[in-house]
Each structure stands twice: as C-alpha cells, then as structure tokens.
C-alpha cells in the first residue's frame, strides 16, 4: 500500500517530476486465529508459521453487532477476542522458549558464557510467558534484545489494532455499549495503538481516488479514510520515516528506519551509497518549498551540506554526493 504523504506530491509538483513515486507498506492478509491454534486446531501452525514471517501484527477486532454477520465465538466481545488471540501467540511462544532452554542445557552445565546469559534472558521472557504476558512487554537491554530477536517469538512484535465498524449498523462506539468503554481501558492499560476502520466500506473504494473516493465515502455512511490511518498507523509503529529525492526526473519517497546515518538511509536508493558515501546536501522539504527554488535556499543557507554522522530526519530532502 503507498503511504499517503501530501509532502511528496508538493514536491513533485514543485520539481515538475515525470514521475512520483511513494513509499509503501506491505500489509499481508492472515486467516484469522482461533482458540486452540496454537496446538493446531483449525490451521493454526500454519498460520502461526506465517506471523513469524512479518515486522508487526494488526489484529482486526470487531466492534459491530449483526446478527447476519457470524461471530467464531457466537457473541462480539472485542476485550476477549483480542484475549484469545493473543493467549495463543504467548502458548507458541512458550512452547518455542521452552524447546530453546532444554536445547542450551548442555553448554550451561559445561559454564559456557554465552548459554549461562541466553539461560538468564529465557528464563525472563518465560517468566512474563507464564503469567500470560506478552514478550514485547518485557525490559530488556541491548544485549539481551539480541537474544530477544533470535527467538523470533510472536508475542514480541509490535501489535496495533484495526477495529472494524460497519456503515450503518450497530457499531459499539456510536451506541455508547459498555463493551467499547471496557476495549477503550484496556487499549489504554495496555498502551496498544488501535485505528478504526470500516472494512466493508474500503474494501468498496479500493479502486477509486480523489474526490470520487470520498463522495461514495460519503454516500455508504463511511467518515475518515481509516486504510489511510492504518497505513500511517503501521508505518509508525514499526519505527519508520520517509526523507525524500526530488528532481525533473522523479519525486521519490524513500522509507528507513529511524534514527539511520546518511550513509544507512542512502542505501535504500542503492547498496553501493554506504560504502562509497562520501557527503549529502540537506534541506527540510518545507524549506525547499518555503524558498521557491533550490538554488534560493542554497543562498538563504537552507541547505546544509552533511557527513557519515549525520542522522536523517523525516521529511529530509537529500541528495548523495559518492
């Protein structure tokens, strides 16, 4: 999905670019979980399997009452949906945590270092994994991050939650149900990100943009474009930021990860930038756009020009000097 950015079509339009390109998110569709997966009930190991494969998880939680609409459960409890999902992420991951320890055993017996640590960062997770936490909720240092991430546990993604409403009917957040109160508190308590969406309705809109899009949003009862929030939402939560080319050529938004050097962030335009970076020229995007033109903003000293430290921010326009 292209992440909505009004930022890079102003400068597209600025540069009179051929061509505009933005970054994207890749969400993929897993069949929903049901209580049991995690010892294979439905296809639960399957689906498991796919999970460990992603950056961060977006459960969809229903928030509507239909009788037309079949619940899993037979009744709509957004507060135990997400309960029963998450409770079969930390069963894999206890299983997986489990199989790890008995596997390390031998070389903690014999003192190695390395085993005796990994013990002590299991024996952490195991701990929260028993109480029914989740793994992402631990505090850990960098060290035992690293063990953290070889595991590749499910319960320590990023989680946020999309809740689905319907246009028109019973959605718990419109009707005031103690239900949507109870979901609220817990989303809080737990400190989770959530958007709201309505799935039928953008599923409809797809394949339309602009002003079009908005009408039919309009006409089917729909608000705010909540794929847009979800997007922006999923881009955010897997700490993500966007800095930018711009030329007669092409306006482009490229996507990395927060708090990357110059030489790190050039290497989504190619491999090679990292090794043979040798400066970048800088502007913020609203500079640029402040000044009317580049070589304005080179004169009013907008445009800095930076080395291998430097740390890109969101919304950088940067051009690489190898």
Same mark, same amino acid.
């Given at each position: 999905?292209?992440?909505?950015?009004?930022?890079?079509?102003?400068?597209?339009?600025?540069?009179?670019?051929?061509?505009?390109?933005?970054?994207?998110?890749?969400?993929?569709?897993?069949?929903?979980?049901?209580?049991?997966?995690?010892?294979?009930?439905?296809?639960?190991?399957?689906?498991?399997?796919?999970?460990?494969?992603?950056?961060?998880?977006?459960?969809?939680?229903?928030?509507?009452?239909?009788?037309?609409v079949i619940h899993v459960h037979n009744?709509?409890?957004?507060?135990?949906?997400?309960?029963?999902?998450?409770?079969?992420?930390?069963?894999?991951?206890?299983?997986?945590?489990?199989?790890?320890?008995?596997?390390?055993?031998?070389?903690?017996?014999?003192?190695?270092?390395?085993?005796?640590?990994?013990?002590?960062?299991?024996?952490?997770?195991?701990?929260?994994?028993?109480?029914?936490?989740?793994?992402?909720?631990?505090?850990?240092?960098?060290?035992?991050?690293?063990?953290?991430?070889?595991?590749?546990?499910?319960?320590?993604?990023?989680?946020?939650?999309?809740?689905?409403?319907?246009?028109?009917?019973?959605?718990?957040?419109?009707?005031?149900?103690?239900?949507?109160?109870?979901?609220?508190?817990?989303?809080?308590?737990?400190?989770?990100?959530?958007?709201?969406?309505?799935?039928?309705?953008?599923?409809?809109?797809?394949?339309?943009?602009?002003?079009?899009?908005?009408?039919?949003?309009?006409?089917?009862?729909?608000? %705010?474009?909540? /794929?847009?929030?979800?997007?922006?939402?999923?881009?955010? +939560? &897997? *700490?993500?930021?966007? #800095?930018? @080319?711009?030329?007669?050529?092409?306006?482009?938004?490229?996507?990395?990860?927060?708090?990357?050097?110059?030489?790190?962030?050039?290497?989504?335009?190619?491999?090679?930038?990292? %090794?043979?970076? /040798?400066?970048?020229?800088?502007?913020?995007?609203?500079? +640029? &756009? *402040?000044?009317?033109? #580049?070589? @304005?903003?080179?004169?009013?000293?907008?445009?800095?020009?930076?080395?291998?430290?430097?740390?890109?921010?969101?919304?950088?326009?940067?051009?690489?000097?190898?």
């Amino acid at each position: 999905m292209p992440v909505p950015d009004n930022r890079l079509w102003k400068l597209s339009a600025f540069s009179h670019s051929k061509k505009t390109v933005p970054a994207v998110v890749e969400f993929v569709d897993i069949a929903g979980l049901v209580k049991g997966a995690s010892l294979g009930e439905g296809l639960g190991n399957k689906f498991l399997q796919n999970i460990r494969e992603v950056d961060a998880i977006v459960e969809v939680v229903r928030i509507f009452d239909d009788d037309k609409v079949i619940h899993v459960h037979n009744q709509v409890d957004p507060v135990s949906d997400i309960e029963v999902i998450n409770l079969e992420l930390v069963l894999a991951d206890q299983e997986t945590v489990t199989k790890r320890l008995g596997n390390i055993q031998k070389d903690v017996k014999s003192g190695k270092k390395e085993a005796i640590f990994e013990e002590s960062v299991l024996k952490k997770v195991d701990t929260v994994l028993q109480a029914g936490g989740m793994a992402n909720t631990l505090s850990l240092d960098e060290n035992e991050l690293v063990v953290l991430k070889s595991l590749h546990l499910l319960s320590a993604k990023p989680i946020m939650y999309a809740l689905n409403k319907k246009a028109g009917g019973k959605n718990l957040d419109e009707i005031g149900d103690e239900r949507y109160t109870k979901l609220l508190e817990f989303l809080k308590q737990n400190n989770f990100q959530h958007v709201i969406v309505d799935a039928k309705i953008e599923d409809e809109l797809k394949e339309m943009e602009g002003e079009e899009k908005e009408m039919f949003r309009t006409e089917l009862g729909g608000t %705010d474009d909540g /794929i847009d929030h979800l997007i922006k939402a999923g881009y955010s +939560l &897997l *700490n993500l930021i966007t #800095y930018f @080319t711009t030329g007669e050529d092409e306006s482009r938004a490229w996507t990395i990860l927060k708090g990357s050097t110059a030489p790190v962030a050039g290497m989504a335009i190619h491999t090679d930038f990292k %090794d043979k970076f /040798i400066r970048a020229e800088v502007v913020h995007w609203d500079e +640029l &756009l *402040n000044a009317g033109s #580049y070589g @304005t903003a080179r004169e009013k000293g907008l445009v800095r020009t930076e080395g291998k430290e430097y740390v890109v921010k969101d919304g950088d326009v940067v051009e690489f000097k190898i």
